[in-house]
């Protein structure tokens, strides 16, 4: 559900800033939010920021192994 938009020529903000963590707690009347995000936005210091903002963050870490690609088994092979 969108709640709150910007339109904007910067090419990349911050996780918390594209958010708006407090316009859209406004919006919906609530104090705490809970967020989704895909794996682009998965950064230690922007996580942070959207919880000091208000908001729980949750973001799927990136898959960064080049195993699977070169034919070998990698981190989501194994439970």
Known sequence: MIVA???TNIGRRSFAADL???VSADALGKKRLTV????GYFNGKE???CERAGA???VPK???SG???GGRFDK???V
């Open 62 to 64: 990136p898959l960064t």
């Open 36 to 39: 989704l995000a895909d794996r």
């Open 5 to 7: 938009h910007e339109v």
């Open 47 to 49: 996580i942070l920021q």
């Open 76 to 78: 989501r092979d194994f």
């Open 67 to 69: 195993s699977k690609a």
């Open 20 to 22: 708006d963590v407090e």
């Open 56 to 58: 729980t963050p949750l």
